[in-house]
């Protein structure tokens, strides 16, 4: 009874470092994320307060991160449900064509144009999920093929970019202020956001989503239609782009094909990021946009110190791995010690 009473005890002090080494690595992979934002937002303000603090430029790091945010929120429904959207760009940047020529070439009213063109995009995204649930051909073929049509077709509807006959008030969409000053983008970004995460936390089919990206044959056994919540999600990524490809034409006042391509980097970058935030592996809304703002705040500072725009990618591609590798890491050591 001694002797074990003296082993206890000299494995208590070690039990209590892995308990304190396991809990420190648990809360890195949680709030990591969140810990670099604040240092880069640290860091810039206090090599250039007068320009990064000023509330310019905090619009400006907002108007950068609405469209991105928009974008990426679309996708990330396509994650939670556990497949991938490979076509967002391409929709978005067809979508921008399309919704421009409406009112450049058939004479669309703008209001017209603009729900055409987000229907346009919703079905897309539907087309999509119907490829991947019911023909099942891979997700990553077949969002990709979809929008190397879309690039084609796009061709063929307008080989050069429309730029004449757009009304004035379809540019003051994007460039407008209604609200506290805030851009419009931004205040539009706010309500998708807010929308989407109520749906995905807050109402049966955001439960049915996350059950079918937890568990799909589980999912399926419990009587979830797993096609109809995959096409939803699909459907709703399709939406998301065509309305950030829509905003993009009216902020350039003009339809251009592949204007809006790199967007898809920029989503998938900002919704991993956010998959290391908060929850452990998870895609959520916040967390994407978490992920949004370090892309927006670290593009910003970096102009701001005047870095040739070749850094943008390296600092894109770079942050990704660290972040989610780091992550993975200390998730994988955590359960381990």
């Known amino acids: 009874m001694m002797a074990q009473a003296g082993t206890a005890a000299k494995d208590a002090p070690q039990l209590r470092k892995s308990s304190w080494k396991r809990t420190a690595l648990i809360w890195l992979s949680r709030y990591g994320t969140i810990v670099g934002l604040v240092l880069m937002?640290?860091?810039?303000?206090?090599?250039?307060?007068?320009?990064?603090?000023?509330?310019?430029?905090?619009?400006?790091?907002?108007?950068?991160?609405?469209?991105t945010a928009i974008i990426a929120s679309g996708l990330t429904y396509t994650l939670v449900v556990g497949e991938f959207d490979l076509s967002i760009g391409y929709v978005a940047s067809f979508?921008?064509?399309?919704?421009?020529?409406?009112?450049?070439?058939?004479?669309f009213p703008i209001w017209l144009s603009i729900v055409c063109a987000l229907l346009l995009g919703a079905a897309i995204g539907a087309l999509n999920g119907v490829l991947v649930t019911k023909v099942r051909i891979n997700a990553v073929i077949s969002t990709l093929g979809i929008g190397t049509m879309l690039t084609g077709i796009g061709f063929t509807?307008?080989?050069?970019?429309?730029?004449?006959g757009i009304p004035r008030a379809f540019t003051d969409i994007s460039l407008g202020r209604?609200?506290?000053?805030?851009?419009?983008?931004?205040?539009?970004?706010?309500?998708?956001?807010?929308?989407?995460?109520?749906i995905l936390n807050k109402t049966d089919i955001g439960q049915k989503m996350q059950a079918v990206g937890g568990n799909l044959e589980a999912a399926r056994l419990s009587g979830i239609r797993v096609d109809r919540i995959k096409i939803f999600a699909f459907a709703t990524a399709g939406f998301c782009a065509a309305l950030t490809g829509t905003l993009l034409s009216s902020l350039l006042g003009s339809g251009t094909l592949a204007a809006a391509d790199g967007y898809l980097l920029d989503a998938f970058a900002a919704v991993f990021l956010g998959s290391a935030t908060l929850k452990e592996g998870e895609f959520h809304i916040t967390g994407t946009l978490v992920g949004v703002l370090i892309l927006a705040v670290g593009f910003n500072g970096l102009s701001i110190f005047g870095a040739p725009t070749h850094f943008q990618p390296i600092f894109k591609g770079g942050i990704l791995v660290l972040a989610v590798g780091m992550s993975a890491l200390a998730r994988r050591y955590a359960a381990s010690v």
């Open 41 to 67: 937002v640290v860091f810039f303000s206090a090599n250039a307060p007068g320009i990064f603090l000023s509330r310019a430029n905090f619009l400006n790091i907002l108007s950068q991160a609405s469209l």
């Open 157 to 164: 509807y307008s080989s050069f970019p429309i730029a004449t």
């Open 95 to 107: 979508v921008g064509l399309i919704v421009t020529g409406l009112m450049a070439y058939q004479g």
């Open 178 to 198: 209604l609200v506290f000053g805030l851009p419009n983008p931004v205040i539009i970004m706010v309500i998708v956001l807010i929308a989407l995460w109520v």
